[in-house]
């Protein structure tokens, strides 16, 4: 008889009846069939009740050592500390620029400016200069990198590009655009992008994108990074590792008259 996934036979029906179990689905009752022996009552052989009510016996212990397990499982598996949600620390005042340095046409408004409309083709001089622009917004984002460690505020580290880029007679492109109060983007863990640098002091563990625009000679120069603050979990350097590869897949696809939607293609896949 099979009862409830489980498979009953009773083979004697004089004195002691011997009750044959096996499971047909459990993992408990594999292997070797188990015998049990209940008293009956004069020459009868078991009742299709009495096995009935045994089989359900049976299947709540099976429950009940399947519920340990999975608690002993949990004991054994190590708890992973999640880190508290990311917090707003105090913003500074925004930084002076020096009177002589060119500034974009949007700053001292608090619009966003529009989109061209005419198509814009640079000559030689234009490439020049924006190869110009984007060889600094590289060099400043290389040296902020480098101060990425447990302690130092995102504040701190728009001070230093604010000043790398101003000392190279550049401006820095974030401040003031659409009312933007700082002169860096810098996004920590679940910040997507374009962070307002705070008081907030990184954290072993931390990630934080870094994200430089400059504009010199008329051109902006724009380039960002996530970098790795103290000791990161595997799962999160996976996370910027395969990131950082869609990147360079996408760039590979840049080329003249090459679509947005094939370089998206190309990240996604």
Request: net charge positive; hydrophobic share 35%.
């Amino acid at each position: 008889m099979t009862v409830a996934g489980l498979q009953l036979s009773a083979p004697s029906a004089h004195g002691q009846g011997q009750v044959l179990l096996s499971s047909v689905k459990s993992s408990l009752f594999s292997g070797a069939p188990l015998r049990f022996s209940l008293p009956t009552s004069g020459r009868e052989p078991f009742t299709r009740k009495q096995l009935v009510v045994f089989a359900r016996r049976l299947s709540g212990l099976e429950e009940a050592m399947r519920i340990k397990r999975e608690r002993e499982s949990q004991q054994l598996t190590p708890k992973v500390k999640r880190r508290p949600p990311l917090r707003r620390g105090r913003v500074s005042p925004e930084l002076p620029v020096p009177d002589h340095i060119p500034r974009p046409p949007y700053v001292g408004s608090s619009e966003l400016p529009e989109i061209a409309s005419e198509l814009q083709i640079p000559g030689s001089q234009g490439i020049a200069d924006m190869r110009a622009a984007c060889e600094l917004a590289a060099r400043v984002l290389d040296s902020a990198g480098k101060l990425v460690r447990p302690s130092i505020t995102t504040n701190e580290i728009d001070k230093a590009v604010h000043q790398m880029i101003i000392d190279a007679g550049a401006y820095p492109s974030p401040l003031g655009y659409g009312g933007f109060p700082k002169s860096v983007c810098t996004s920590v863990n679940e910040c997507m992008c374009h962070g307002i640098p705070d008081s907030r002091q990184l954290q072993s563990g931390d990630i934080i994108n870094i994200d430089v625009t400059v504009y010199l000679n008329g051109y902006h120069g724009d380039t960002s990074k996530t970098f790795l603050c103290g000791d990161v979990s595997d799962a999160i350097k996976q996370l910027v590792k395969v990131t950082e590869e869609c990147l360079e897949r996408g760039i590979a696809v840049c080329k003249d008259g090459a679509s947005f939607k094939k370089i998206g293609k190309r990240i996604r896949q």
